[in-house]
């Protein structure tokens, strides 16, 4: 009995097993075993082990590199978890001034899109009246640099 359930919850997660491993595993595999090739782009490539690894490790630029990726990183991600927990622990409080807080942190998201919706309801009119106008000056233009300008404009 356990057998067969098991087999049929694996069914379930057959698409997503599958899912992730074309989209996730079988690159990140691919990838490794590249970086053992002396590839190019349009040739078979040799394999040469870790000695891309080697050359990486005594570049210089790489080191710098790297030393500049560690400063930034270190830089940036402790303040920003600073300010992410008190944000969220305000926005939890139980409290007259957390609700407005919330209110006031959300609308931004709620006002956005009703902002571009309207707007841009309000440019795409702006836009075809101009286009229509434009197009209007265009063909009275067109009509008065040609000889013939009563009989082919109606303006």
């Given at each position: 009995?356990?057998?067969?359930?098991?087999?049929?919850?694996?069914?379930?997660?057959?698409?997503?097993?599958?899912?992730?491993?074309?989209?996730?595993?079988?690159?990140?595999?691919?990838?490794?075993?590249?970086?053992?090739?002396?590839?190019?782009?349009?040739?078979?490539?040799?394999?040469?082990?870790?000695?891309?690894?080697?050359r990486?490790?005594?570049?210089?630029?790489?080191?710098?590199?790297?030393?500049?990726?560690?400063e930034?990183?270190?830089?940036?991600?402790?303040?920003?978890?600073?300010?992410?927990?008190?944000?969220?622990?305000?926005?939890?409080?139980?409290?007259?001034?957390?609700?407005?807080?919330?209110g006031?942190?959300?609308?931004?998201?709620?006002?956005?899109v009703?902002i571009?919706?309207?707007?841009?309801?309000?440019?795409?009119?702006?836009?075809?009246?101009?286009?229509?106008?434009?197009?209007?000056?265009?063909?009275?233009?067109?009509?008065?640099?040609?000889?013939?300008s009563?009989?082919?404009?109606?303006?």
């Amino acid at each position: 009995m356990t057998s067969a359930r098991d087999w049929r919850g694996l069914l379930f997660v057959a698409p997503f097993l599958l899912l992730y491993s074309v989209i996730l595993i079988f690159p990140l595999l691919r990838g490794m075993w590249i970086s053992l090739n002396q590839v190019d782009l349009f040739g078979a490539g040799r394999f040469v082990g870790v000695g891309n690894y080697v050359r990486l490790f005594h570049d210089p630029v790489f080191g710098t590199s790297l030393v500049n990726t560690l400063e930034v990183t270190l830089m940036i991600v402790p303040p920003l978890t600073i300010i992410a927990l008190a944000l969220a622990m305000a926005l939890n409080r139980a409290s007259r001034s957390a609700a407005l807080f919330r209110g006031i942190f959300f609308s931004s998201a709620v006002l956005s899109v009703t902002i571009v919706t309207w707007y841009g309801g309000s440019c795409s009119r702006l836009t075809r009246a101009c286009s229509a106008t434009s197009r209007t000056r265009s063909a009275r233009r067109r009509c008065r640099s040609s000889a013939t300008s009563i009989s082919c404009c109606p303006h």
